[in-house]
């Protein structure tokens, strides 16, 4: 973890703890200009739709907390990216790698930004199998599956901040 949070150049961690927190919290209020969606996807939301582009991520968290990276492959071009977020819960100790397909992205310039994420059921999660259905406020929806190794106390949805590496 210690060499993701040094790989953070440009993500300051102050700024995405505060755009989680202002997003989760506008998120529960129900507020209509949310940054982060309110709604979180699932299969009915990309029913007949075709992928788009495809992801694979891998984020660590630790408490509530999460870093991580990833690569997106759109138009034929591959485009690295860093993460942050947080737990909406009482936190984790776990890591996380997925891939998946990316739908309803147009032009590269909307994957970036906050992401909300439905990690599947309120409770404690396991090691284990990894299904998450992530949307932000561009209309941008991933489905990613993969493994999930250590312990997450989680009310079933998190928050992440999605940039582009320079």
């Known amino acids: 973890m210690t060499d993701m949070l040094a790989n953070r150049t440009t993500l ?5 703890l505060g755009l ?3 997003g989760a919290g506008l998120s529960a209020a129900g507020c209509v200009s949310s940054p982060v969606p309110v709604a979180v996807p699932n299969q009915r939301t990309i029913e007949g739709l075709a992928p788009s582009g495809r992801v694979t991520m891998t984020q660590t ?9 990833g690569v997106l492959a759109f138009g034929g071009k591959s485009y690295p990216f860093k993460l942050a977020g947080t737990v909406v819960g009482p936190g ?7 891939s998946g397909d990316v739908y309803r992205l147009k032009d590269v310039a909307e994957f970036a930004g906050i992401y909300s994420e439905s990690t599947g059921p309120i409770g404690l999660e396991t090691s284990g199998r990894s299904n998450l259905w992530l949307e932000n406020a561009a209309g941008v929806v991933m489905h990613l599956t993969g493994e999930t190794t250590g312990v997450t106390l989680s009310l079933g949805r998190d928050e992440i901040v999605i940039e582009f590496l320079p």
Do not use: D, L
């Open 61 to 69: 968290f630790v408490a509530g907390v999460g870093v991580g990276k």
């Open 92 to 98: 984790s100790v776990s890591r996380i790698q997925v």
């Open 20 to 22: 989680v927190v202002a």
């Open 12 to 16: 300051n961690r102050r700024t995405v």
